[in-house]
């Protein structure tokens, strides 16, 4: 019976060792399982570090964007102010020169009627000085055509006078 013994020892120590190492390899499966969940996250972990750093400088660029675009509106802020400061006075001036403008026009109406006298004196003025010039142009054409008239004439007494001198003194007349 010893061997028969041993043979139930020996199957019932296999039955537990089956057992112990089944239950064993479900123990290392499940450890595996937990080491690539640790693993994946882990790396999850990582990514979401990684992205939160980018988040983190995108924030930064972010503020520092909405900063400069704070800065941006406050400048056209001022320069709109100045803008309607500017309207306003400009507004103000417009105002004024209608004024002016409508005390002008009432005062225009008989400095309107002086600028046409002016206008017709000055007309008549220019319509005399051109008779006066074609009436000076006309003199001076008269002028030197007695002048040359005279020379003319003056030339012949010589000629003439010459010409008597020769024939009172009997000397020919050089006829060239």
Known sequence: MSNQRFIALQQELS?????????????????????????????????EHDKLDRLKVELSEHRTKLVEKENAVQIQQALLDNQQTREKELQSRLEQLQGNIHRLSQSGVSDNERIRDMELQQQRLQEENARNVAKIQTLQDNIEGMKRLQEQQMLS????????????????????
């Open 15 to 47: 039955s537990i060792l089956e057992e112990r190492l089944q239950a064993l390899t479900e123990a290392i499966r499940t450890t595996e399982a937990m080491t690539r969940e640790v693993i994946s996250t882990d790396l999850q972990i990582q990514k």
């Open 157 to 176: 007494v010589m000629n003439l006078t010459s010409e008597l001198h020769h024939v009172a003194t009997g000397k020919p007349l050089d006829k060239e």
